[in-house]
């Protein structure tokens, strides 16, 4: 373990600065997550949330600074793939599900995942697996809509059962992206609720515009602003910062 780096974090970005084509994405972002934080990310666009999550999950590799999980593990040294068998689970805007499948079929089929080609396919649920397909289903609201093809969900749904697929692989931290855009004013409030939830298991770290959301969440928020952390505290405390009502909250 590197010494400078919190033991205890689940993750730990020091000082981490990313350019494209001289364009600073990340400035010197540092940002600490801990165990079983639910954490809000906000910002202008171009502020460096979307590169923040890619460096994290080994899409992009930083220009300088470090970046470790679960105090020990440097992601800057590892894949997308071998940083996803880690635990960490990344949710995009747009929900990904399989919509020619059930419901119940999205599940376990992300919990197949972690296994190979071969075994998948001669392999047969355990009541184990089933008894977790079930849990899952009833976290994030679908239990009554369990036989129904994917397609035939609404907007919100299918982004819940997006975030159930990734529970379904255990990840130790969830990255979310905007789980609220385009959904209706019932289902963000239940999305609120439903976050909250998971992250009593692990840590959430939710990026979103939409404020009262936010404000629905109760948590720690993070600002970003050109790359670097320009505020970070209760929304309270953040959207009242003249720097943030300036380069965020003012547009």
């Known amino acids: 373990m590197i010494p400078d780096v919190k033991p205890n974090s689940v993750l730990y970005l020091d000082n981490v600065s990313v350019s494209f084509d001289g364009f600073k994405a990340l400035n010197s972002l ?10 809000a990310i906000i910002g202008p666009n171009g502020a460096g949330k979307t590169t923040m999550m890619d460096i994290i999950t080994g899409k992009t590799r930083p220009d300088t600074g470090q970046v470790f999980f679960n105090g020990q593990t440097d992601l ?5 793939a071998d940083i996803a068998q880690l635990g960490i689970g990344r949710k995009f ?6 919509e020619s499948h059930t419901v119940w079929d999205n599940i376990e089929l992300a919990l ?25 289903l009833s976290t994030v609201r679908l239990t009554h809509r369990r036989d129904d093809l994917a397609a035939n969900l609404s907007h919100g749904q299918k982004q819940w059962l997006e975030i159930g697929m990734l529970l379904a692989q255990e990840p130790k931290l969830l990255l979310v992206d905007e789980p609220v855009a385009g959904m209706t004013d019932a289902e963000t ?3 609120a609720i439903l976050l909250k939830e998971i992250a009593k298991t692990r840590s959430v770290v939710v990026v979103e515009h939409d404020m009262g959301f936010i404000r629905d969440l109760g948590v720690k928020v993070t600002c970003l602003a050109e ?3 320009l505020a970070e505290g209760s929304i309270d405390f953040v959207s009242s910062d003249p720097k943030v009502i300036e380069n965020y909250l003012g547009r």
């Open 93 to 98: 805007q747009k929900p990904t599900v399989f």
């Open 112 to 136: 197949n995942r972690r296994r190979g080609v071969f075994s998948t396919l001669f392999y047969r649920l355990s009541s184990e697996d089933r008894s977790r397909i079930d849990e899952i």
């Open 189 to 191: 409030a239940e999305t």
């Open 227 to 229: 790359g670097s952390v």
């Open 76 to 80: 800057t040294k590892l894949d997308e």
């Open 30 to 39: 540092s940002i600490v997550i801990e165990p079983g934080e639910l954490r």
